[in-house]
């Protein structure tokens, strides 16, 4: 259970990272295999290795206690709604212990719920959004944790700010006492190769570096998923986003 904790590994020769596939598991034998692979894939780049967020997208509570009780405390959502029903389903006692993510897309007028549902917010990409969270996060709460979510690329219709968008929002958060900046977020073009994904990856740690730089608060740069975890890492991600992988397939929303 060290990877997640941020360890740096000693480079080695490069080593084949296996690919995922879905699991047929117990979620301990789950987690500990996603976390073998990461350790592995972050060990072969000379990387540290980074943080595992594992994403419960419409999964069950059920399954989030699981895998919670096998040693996972990071989870990821995508639905506002849906994240804040889940927390509510679980014992008091184990939510407690456990850090929730909202990875999907914000509207402003679910800010409410977000800023008192989660304690970090991967898609942040406009100024009304940091407005939104930082007049509805509880002031006797820690800071809201929030990453700029950037469209590296200009994928048309995605979500994220353009890259020249970036120091801007950086500045607009880092103005909120409510809200904490803590780095970045980006979700590639989807590509049948991850190796065709390595220049978005590079960019996106350029950016990060940069923002790095000007921010001391800046230490996450969340890419990378269950095909393309091992290229995300070796491009120096901080934080990678897995789902399928620790829980099986998804049930259609």
Same mark, same amino acid.
């Given at each position: 259970m060290q990877c997640p904790l941020?360890? @740096?590994?000693?480079?080695? @020769?490069?080593?084949p990272i296996p690919a995922f596939t879905v699991p047929d598991q117990a979620p301990a034998a789950r987690l500990q295999d996603v976390l073998a692979r990461i350790e592995a894939a972050a060990k072969a780049a000379g990387r540290p290795c980074p943080r595992l967020l594992a994403v419960s997208k419409l999964q069950p509570a059920g399954a989030v206690a699981a895998l919670a009780a096998a040693g996972q405390r990071a989870f990821g959502e995508n639905y506002v709604q849906e994240g804040a029903a889940k927390r509510q389903a679980l014992d008091p006692a184990l939510d407690a212990g456990l850090e929730w993510h909202l990875i999907g897309h914000l509207q402003s007028n679910k800010a409410a719920v977000a800023a008192r549902t989660f304690g970090w917010v991967h898609s942040v990409d406009r100024t009304s959004v940091i407005d939104a969270l930082a007049a509805r996060r509880d002031p006797a709460a820690a800071p809201l944790n929030v990453l700029l979510q950037v469209n590296v690329e200009g994928e048309e219709g995605k979500g994220g700010c353009r890259p020249g968008e970036v120091e801007a929002l950086a500045a607009a958060v880092a103005?909120?006492?409510r809200l904490a900046l803590r780095g970045l977020m980006a979700i590639p073009v989807?590509?049948?190769d991850p190796e065709d994904r390595r220049p978005a990856f590079r960019a996106m740690k350029q950016l990060f570096d940069a923002l790095a730089a000007r921010h001391p608060g800046v230490d996450t740069l969340s890419m990378g998923m269950s095909d393309d975890f091992a290229v995300a890492i070796a491009e120096g991600a901080t934080l990678v986003r897995i789902g399928t992988a620790l829980f099986g397939p998804r049930p259609p929303r």
């Open positions: 941020g360890g @740096s590994i000693a480079p080695d @020769s490069p080593l103005a909120q006492p989807p590509h049948p």
